[in-house]
């Protein structure tokens, strides 16, 4: 997902207030780990809550099938690139 569009939606969701997407430099890359999944999958859960049209909550449909197969295989990690 480009930072683009996962901006406008992780402020409205809450911006820094989100323990992992909140916490994304859009200029830098970022590893995150298994231990990163569940703080991940409740910023996921609030950028859901507050999608507010289709190509939102495609965007959240997306992450959430990313997450899902980030759970059935522990040992891969998400790399984050920034620009």
């Not at 590893?31 to 939102?56: N, T, Y």
């Not at 909550?57 to 099938?65: D, G, I, L, T, Y």
Request: contains cysteine.
């Amino acid at each position: 997902m480009e930072m683009e569009k996962l901006l406008p939606l992780v402020n409205s969701a809450g911006g820094s207030r989100l323990p992992i997407l909140g916490q994304l430099d859009p200029w830098a890359d970022t590893v995150l780990d298994r231990r990163d999944l569940p703080p991940l999958e409740a910023d996921v859960d609030c950028l859901e809550a507050v999608a507010g049209d289709d190509v939102q909550r495609e965007s959240v449909a997306a992450m959430r099938k990313l997450l899902m197969n980030w759970r059935t295989e522990p040992g891969l990690m998400l790399h984050c690139y920034g620009d």
